[in-house]
């Protein structure tokens, strides 16, 4: 089993039984689902998919954009932002950043 996939199970085991999330791969990574929807993405971290109105509130936090290495190249996808580093201790805090956005 992969980091990754320990890391996206613990997130999903945060969130609850009674959070109606689920796993399934993505790309190098996994996905995180809820209502038939992605809410987030975990490769070596778990970035959450952030509407545009919020996104500087999260660079303000510290958070950075999900980016990968492609043809020589960084691409930053900024719809993906990584978690608060105390958001993986706080389950409220978890669910009111990936469920309530």
């Not at 009674?18 to 990574?29: A, H, K, N």
């Not at 975990?42 to 290495?69: I, L």
Request: aromatic share 10%.
């Amino acid at each position: 089993m992969s980091a990754g996939h320990t890391l996206a199970e613990h997130v999903l085991d945060l969130l609850g039984d009674d959070s109606e999330t689920s796993l399934r791969r993505f790309f190098g990574g996994w996905s995180i689902d809820y209502g038939g929807r992605q809410i987030a993405i975990v490769m070596d971290t778990v970035y959450a998919k952030v509407p545009v109105s919020r996104r500087e509130r999260w660079r303000t936090a510290g958070s950075r954009c999900f980016a990968y290495r492609a043809q020589g190249r960084t691409v930053n996808v900024e719809t993906y932002w990584s978690l608060p580093d105390d958001a993986l201790d706080d389950p409220a805090e978890l669910r009111r950043l990936l469920l309530e956005s």
